[in-house]
């Protein structure tokens, strides 16, 4: 009878948003079955549609485990901490374990609760007939649930490490991508070490298995890069390997659960200015004047925006140092992955260098936007700085501009460090010159829709945290879940409806003029042009008026 579990769970289940979460969880696994249901109410003899339906019910059960498995895991922790609870519970008679299978097992109840309440979707899919029960669900439902624990754990013992709410859950959902999609591109690399070795590295990813346990035999072996054809036994090894990553993880959390978590010393630190002659003159050829992380900082001029100022010299990653190194990591990255491609250490026959350019820039505006954005209000109002802003000559106006102008320039100078690979893919004839100004563009607008998406939830919520869920669940299922709606053209989604469906995506929208196999017959723009351009106004409108509404005196 640990006490922990009953506080984090029933806690939890009384909440409205846990109502909300099951709500919407039950209602978009039962649109996505309904959308693939066969319309003349028959299933064709080789049960293809049945199979369809099952596909589209396993991977929005899998959607939804990598969004709600981790978040809740990743805020419990430091919750605690920053709450003054987290001591009390160390030093309570409970042990490392019991709070951690506390936690635990508190957070894996409400997965787990999510799970029994799709169950009756997944009988609808069974009742279509041609669905082995045994050979698909029941296995899928305990894939789930394994994962369900691996990211569960990895997200107890992020929030062991961060120091905010919001950081853990945007660590967590960047290392849970990179959990997923890492593995897959790593074994071409290190296949020269040991034999064997890239088999298991891949099943450290889900996607193999997943594919092959939904029946996507062809998608199972792109994403396994197995030549040769899928070995099926991939699925428990997957099983294995993720077991084996939760325990690790699990160990890993438990050691961290003392008095020594909360003893974090950190260096003074020394201004350059403040050193000898020959540090001065090493660190200025090493690292340049203007990319010295510590030189004295300048005065604030007349004619700036000190809110913007403000901002980037109290973001951790915000100083001219770290943007400049962001860049240039970033411009690394595109050239390393397209040359990778080009040189088929990624088989070129699946993914083209074009296509993995766009994904890499889309993944950094998904990932880094929520990161500078989802803060910039509520932070200030959980960390009491708001009232501070009320009582300044500012008007809304100044402050809103001064905010979004702290997140655009990193943005756009990083998205300006990976524009040179767009001029090798025209160097080796893997793009068109007609088609980069169009999806500069639309990476553009869609840079622009994430930051002003992520400052319209930043003023509609109070938690940093939950404005950061919200704008990673929003911008997944825009630009992923739509997606969904391109596997099923022709059984049943006609193509007219396709396209109007993923005229709402950027993502395929530049995949469709970059000529990618898949969305080169899709005409996109500049409908998807228009539709970003309103949801901007549409944010810029939430936004100001939210601003307004909350630098008026209480």
């Known amino acids: 009878m640990n006490p922990i579990i009953r506080r984090e769970l029933v806690g939890l289940l009384r909440t409205p948003q846990a109502l909300l979460l099951q709500m919407l969880f039950v209602g978009v696994l039962s649109l996505l079955v309904v959308s693939r249901w066969p319309i003349s109410g028959s299933v064709d003899r080789a049960a293809g549609q049945s199979q369809q339906v099952v596909r589209f019910f396993g991977y929005g059960m899998f959607l939804g485990v990598c969004m709600l498995a981790p978040v809740f895991p990743a805020t419990s922790i430091v919750r605690e901490r920053r709450k003054g609870t987290l001591l009390l519970l160390i030093n309570s008679p409970l042990s490392a374990t019991s709070i951690f299978f506390g936690k635990l097992v508190g957070s894996l109840g409400f997965v787990m609760l999510l799970l029994?309440?799709?169950?009756?979707?997944?009988?609808?899919?069974?009742?279509?007939?041609?669905?082995?029960?045994?050979?698909?669900?029941?296995?899928?439902?305990g894939f789930l649930a394994v994962l369900a624990l691996q990211f569960a754990t990895l997200g107890l013992l992020v929030s062991t490490f961060a120091a905010t709410p919001e950081s853990a859950v945007r660590v967590t959902y960047m290392a849970l991508a990179g959990l997923t999609i890492a593995p897959l591109g790593i074994p071409p690399l290190i296949k020269w070490l040991v034999a064997g070795t890239g088999a298991w590295v891949r099943c450290a990813s889900?996607?193999?298995?997943?594919?092959?346990?939904?029946?996507?035999?062809?998608?199972?072996?792109?994403?396994?890069?197995?030549?040769?054809g899928f070995d099926h036994?991939?699925?428990?090894?997957t099983i294995y390997?993720?077991?084996?990553?939760?325990?690790?993880?699990?160990?890993?959390?438990?050691?961290?659960?003392?008095?020594?978590?909360?003893?974090?010393?950190?260096?003074?630190?020394?201004?350059?200015?403040?050193?000898?002659?020959?540090?001065?003159?090493?660190?200025?050829?090493?690292?340049l004047w203007f990319f010295d992380p510590q030189r004295r900082t300048g005065g604030i001029g007349p004619l700036t925006n000190p809110v913007m100022?403000?901002?980037?010299?109290?973001?951790?990653?915000?100083?001219?140092?770290?943007?400049?190194?962001?860049?240039?990591?970033?411009?690394?990255?595109?050239?390393?992955?397209?040359?990778?491609?080009?040189?088929?250490?990624?088989?070129?026959?699946?993914?083209?260098?074009?296509?993995?350019?766009?994904?890499l820039q889309l993944g950094l505006i998904v990932i880094i936007t929520p990161t500078l954005a989802c803060g910039l209000i509520s932070g200030e109002r959980e960390s009491g700085g708001w009232p501070l802003l009320q009582m300044t000559p500012m008007s809304a106006s100044k402050i809103i501009s001064g905010k979004l102008l702290s997140v655009g320039v990193p943005l756009l100078l990083i998205l300006m460090?990976?524009?040179?690979?767009y001029y090798m893919l025209y160097k080796i004839q893997a793009i068109d010159t007609e088609g980069v100004p169009g999806v500069i563009l639309s990476l553009l607008l869609t840079t622009v829709f994430a930051v002003l998406a992520s400052a319209a939830f930043s003023s509609l919520f109070k938690r940093t945290s939950d404005a950061?869920?919200?704008?990673?669940?929003?911008?997944?299922?825009?630009?992923?879940?739509?997606?969904?709606?391109?596997?099923?053209?022709?059984?049943?989604?006609?193509?007219?409806?396709?396209?109007?469906?993923?005229?709402?995506?950027?993502?395929?929208?530049?995949?469709?003029?970059?000529?990618?196999?898949?969305?080169?017959?899709?005409?996109?723009?500049?409908?998807?042009?228009?539709?970003?351009g309103a949801g901007c106004v549409v944010c810029l409108i939430v936004l100001v008026a939210r601003t307004a509404r909350l630098t008026r005196p209480d």
């Open 417 to 421: 460090s990976t524009l040179p690979s």
């Open 241 to 287: 390997v993720s077991l084996a990553i939760s325990a690790f993880l699990a160990l890993a959390c438990i050691s961290r659960l003392n008095t020594r978590l909360f003893d974090r010393a950190r260096a003074a630190g020394k201004i350059t200015d403040d050193r000898g002659l020959g540090v001065r003159t090493y660190r200025r050829i090493m690292y």
């Open 309 to 359: 100022i403000k901002e980037f010299r109290t973001r951790r990653f915000g100083r001219s140092n770290w943007i400049i190194r962001l860049g240039v990591l970033a411009l690394i990255a595109s050239l390393a992955l397209m040359l990778a491609v080009n040189n088929k250490v990624i088989s070129s026959d699946h993914v083209s260098a074009a296509a993995v350019v766009i994904f």
């Open 468 to 532: 950061t869920i919200a704008t990673f669940a929003t911008l997944t299922v825009l630009w992923g879940g739509s997606l969904l709606a391109w596997a099923a053209e022709d059984a049943p989604l006609s193509r007219s409806f396709v396209q109007k469906v993923l005229a709402i995506n950027p993502l395929a929208a530049s995949l469709s003029l970059a000529r990618t196999p898949g969305f080169s017959s899709y005409n996109l723009t500049p409908a998807n042009w228009w539709i970003m």
């Open 233 to 237: 036994a991939i699925r428990g090894q």
């Open 116 to 141: 029994v309440l799709s169950t009756p979707v997944a009988a609808a899919c069974y009742s279509m007939g041609g669905v082995n029960m045994m050979g698909q669900i029941v296995p899928l439902y």
């Open 206 to 228: 889900p996607l193999p298995a997943l594919l092959d346990l939904l029946g996507n035999v062809d998608l199972a072996t792109t994403a396994a890069g197995d030549a040769t």
